[in-house]
């Protein structure tokens, strides 16, 4: 009878904690309850069922705490105050699959929330615990070890770097082989999270021969994977000509040109932005991707799509046209201006603006054949306007600024200059009135428009200051002109007409 009684009292016990983790597990699930759990200490109370005797309930005890540490900054603090940490990185190496799954879920909580959080989970030995995690059978550890890697990397160099000296980037390297969609996912995040950083990062994963293996999944039917596979090679093709030439050399285009066909908005994203990575280089890594029609295929995407997924197809057009002239106008040729100033009317976002602002600016500052372009599209005087709009951002205002200047003094098409007469500021307006001195002496055509279009008169308007280079463009101007026509158009010479028709006197 005694040992019966002990039996049902332990058994009790056993369900008794079961009941309470599982209770708590499901509570910390719902975010209007993490506080109210918070406050009733229920750390301090898991912390002891993480050591119990029971696998159940310590695996249970870790989701909790996982739970509860995803929450918020505050709680992934409280985890590590209760020198939890070193108490599951202790127990990874011993226990069961389902507790690793766990406890890598508790670290990676741990870990996002900011780079002193995910120092911690260094401090307590978590890196080379969840490295010894990918060595795991288990497909499910392996990715649980991975996120957790992956979340502790993102945040600065040196994080990523003693995920890297802990050996875990061959390991990963190898899930990208495993058969497991979700496995390759996470793996190929996470190479991408250690590649961001340094050059020196993304070499040490192209020496562990990732870009092979990542080019191999850029057609895989998985959107989510084709994600992280272009994220990858983006983050690796940023740092250097080199690292982006072995992308290229990998021979994932115009396969992956062809992608921006994909339905999955942020595929496409990412393959623009890795197109956008290998062009800023040099003007052949441009050519390469000119060739393969990616530019063409990006500027058609740019129509059908809006919002911050525009942003690196824009800065792609701009990083393709700043290299040479050659390239500046097959941007032109395939129509890039015109899908351009739609988004600037069609984006309202400063930063959105500012960057498109750039790519026209590059564009259009290399001849006048380049600035008539961006003239004709009528969008001198929509970057003025953005330049003087008092609400515009200060680096959409210096842009604007910029791109005016360059594409100002290559300008030569007078129709698109002359509506800037009658709105720009002094140091804009000596840009446009210096065209004019320039292209009115050797056109006749183009001196009889001036006249008729009302342009000299507004010429005559301009207060300059004496001596400056804004009067002695107004002088060259007037200089092409008869002095009488001249006199005609200056303010006040009507008064002058009238006065002396007063004072006329007839024979």
């Known amino acids: 009878l005694s040992v019966c009684l002990r039996f049902a009292v332990f058994e009790q016990y056993q369900k008794a904690r079961m009941q309470f983790v599982q209770t708590v597990a499901d509570l910390a699930s719902r975010p209007q309850n993490i506080e109210i759990l918070h406050n009733a200490g229920v750390m301090s109370m ?6 119990d ?18 929450h918020s900054d505050d709680l992934a603090e409280a985890v590590v105050k209760e020198d939890i940490l070193p108490q599951l990185v202790h127990s990874l190496a011993s226990q069961n699959r389902f507790y690793k799954k766990a406890a890598a879920f508790v670290l990676r909580a741990v870990a996002k929330h900011s780079p002193e959080l995910s120092q911690s989970v260094v401090a307590s030995g978590g890196v080379d615990a969840l490295v010894l995690c990918l060595e795991e059978f288990d497909p499910g550890v392996k990715e649980a070890a991975a996120w957790a890697l992956g979340y502790i990397a993102r945040h600065n160099a040196l994080l990523a770097q003693s995920v890297v000296d802990a050996g875990a980037v061959p390991l990963l390297v190898m899930c990208l082989l495993e058969p497991e969609l979700a496995l390759k996912r996470i793996a190929a995040s996470t190479l991408s999270d250690i590649s961001k950083h340094t050059p020196e990062l993304a070499q040490t994963v192209v020496d562990n021969g990732a870009i092979a293996h ?17 994220s990858a ?31 999955d908005e942020y595929v496409k994203k990412n393959v623009t932005t890795l197109m956008r990575e290998v062009v800023q280089h040099t003007p052949e890594l441009s050519q390469v991707i000119v060739n393969c029609g990616g530019m063409a295929a990006v500027i058609d995407y740019l129509g059908n799509c809006s919002g911050n997924l525009r942003l690196p197809g824009i800065m792609m057009l701009g990083y393709v046209a700043a290299h040479s002239e050659n390239l500046a106008m097959a941007v032109i040729l395939s129509k890039g201006v015109p899908q ?10 400063h930063t959105m603006k500012a960057a498109t602002v750039w790519s026209l600016g590059q564009i259009g500052h290399h001849t006048p054949e380049h600035a008539k372009a961006v003239a004709t599209a009528n969008l ?32 030569t098409y007078l129709p698109g200059l002359e509506p ?3 709105d ?15 292209v009115l002496p050797h056109d006749s055509k183009a001196r009889r428009l001036f006249v008729t279009s009302g342009g000299l008169k507004k010429v005559q308007e301009i207060q300059a200051e004496p001596g400056s280079p804004l009067q002695e463009h107004i002088n060259s101007i007037n200089s092409c002109f008869p002095e009488e026509i001249v006199r005609y158009y200056s303010p006040g010479y009507s008064e002058v007409l009238l006065e002396r028709l007063e004072n006329y006197q007839p024979a």
């Open 233 to 263: 090679l983006s983050q690796i093709s940023k740092h250097s000509v080199s690292l982006a030439e072995l992308v290229i050399e990998a021979e994932i285009f115009p396969a992956a040109v062809a992608c921006l066909r994909d339905p």
């Open 214 to 230: 990542l080019a191999q999944m850029i057609l895989n039917p998985d959107a989510k994977l084709k994600r992280q596979v272009f």
């Open 46 to 51: 898991l912390r002891p069922l993480m050591l």
């Open 424 to 438: 720009a500021p002094s140091n804009i307006l000596k840009h446009v009135v210096c065209q004019f001195s320039k």
């Open 380 to 411: 001198l005087p929509k970057l003025l306007e953005l330049y003087m709009d008092a609400s515009s951002s200060e680096d959409l205002q210096a842009k604007c600024k910029k791109a005016l200047k360059s594409i100002l003094q290559k300008c």
């Open 340 to 349: 351009l100033a739609l988004c600037l009317s069609e984006e309202s976002d």
């Open 53 to 70: 005797a029971v696998p159940s309930i310590q695996q249970t005890a870790a989701l909790a705490l996982g739970r509860l540490a995803d």
């Open 420 to 422: 800037l007469l009658y």
